[in-house]
Antibody, heavy 114, light 113 residues
Framework: QVQLVQSGAEVKKPGASVKVSCKAS????????IHWVRQAPGQRLEWMGWINAGNGIPKYSQEFQGRVTITRDTSANTAYMELSSLRSEDTAVYYC???????WGRGTLVTVSS | DIVMTQSPDSLAVSLGERATINCKSS????????????LSWYQQKPGQPPKLLIY???TRDSGVPDRFSGSESGTDFTLTISSLQAEDVAVYYC?????????FGQGTKLEIK
């Protein structure tokens, strides 16, 4: 069965960076896009970008351009999302989801606090 | 960016009654080449990731009960739950995947009256 297993919760200080992982299993990793979506407390879902797991080419939302880097490691069937220059407003649950968003990870809480 | 606007923000419906949630896109999300609206509906319960219910505006995902249905009219979309069950209490989101950045509605909180 398809599973997306995300890394654990993180607490970061303002200005730091965070890297969240998403390990895929149950399907051919390189055949699908992986999206990253975040949800701040009480806010709507926000699409951050995707990576084509086959060719490694990412696409970012302009909202996060310059601060987000999405990569993948095909040997580990894992996608990564790194967000830099963290601020308190980046406190959110970060999700990965497969291409049609029919499968989601359980989310990673990132808390940004001094 | 395409703005998705849902109404109402919250809704209370009696068990067994119909629940209707609306979503409007700020521009067309219909691809003329395949005549499909690039619109999905999700259900999210507390502490859980969103669950895909409907895609292409009206196609139920695998395993979704048939009491959930989606319809479309131009840039207006509707999610209908024909007979509300207790397990349907959740927040519902619409999302367009016509163009990046993919965007979501603000959510509609559905409760039992």
């Amino acid at each position: 069965q398809v599973q997306l297993v995300q890394s654990g919760a993180e607490v970061k200080k303002p200005g730091a960076s965070v890297k969240v992982s998403c390990k895929a299993s149950g399907y051919t990793f390189t055949a699908f896009v992986i999206h990253w979506v975040r949800q701040a407390p009480g806010q709507r879902l926000e699409w951050m970008g995707w990576i084509n797991a086959g060719n490694g080419i990412p696409k970012y939302s302009q909202e996060f351009q310059g601060r987000v880097t999405i990569t993948r490691d095909t040997s580990a069937n894992t996608a990564y999302m790194e967000l830099s220059s963290l601020r308190s407003e980046d406190t959110a649950v970060y999700y990965c989801a497969r291409e049609a968003m029919e499968y989601w990870g359980r989310g990673t809480l990132v808390t940004v606090s001094s | 960016d395409i703005v998705m606007t849902q109404s109402p923000d919250s809704l209370a419906v009696s068990l067994g009654e119909r629940a209707t949630i609306n979503c409007k896109s700020s521009q067309s999300i219909l691809y003329s080449s395949n005549n499909k609206n690039y619109l999905s509906w999700y259900q999210q319960k507390p502490g859980q990731p969103p669950k895909l219910l409907i895609y292409w505006a009206s196609t139920r995902d695998s395993g979704v009960p048939d009491r959930f249905s989606g319809s479309e009219s131009g840039t207006d979309f509707t999610l209908t739950i024909s007979s509300l069950q207790a397990e349907d209490v959740a927040v519902y989101y619409c999302q367009q995947y016509y163009s990046t950045p993919y965007t979501f509605g603000q959510g509609t909180k559905l409760e039992i009256k």
